[in-house]
């Protein structure tokens, strides 16, 4: 699978369940962690998921804790 592949079906999976897992990730795409690793600093580099220990959330997922704690 090429980067924008990965990048472009770990967007897709960031959007539909607001966050992902490293691990899940590395399995379901068959690639070392660190490869998603490098593809989840990336994409949080171009701001377009936030980077968290273990995995990722999406943007939305920080706006909406924004929102709770105003």
Sequence with gaps: MLKKERQAFILQRI????????SDLSQE??????????????LAELN???KVHGGA???????SLQRSNI
């Design 15 to 22: 959007n539909v369940h607001n966050k992902v897992l490293s």
């Design 29 to 42: 795409m068959d690639v070392s962690e660190d490869t998603i690793r490098r593809d989840l600093n990336e």
């Design 48 to 50: 377009k998921i936030i």
């Design 57 to 63: 959330l999406s943007k939305s997922f920080q706006n």
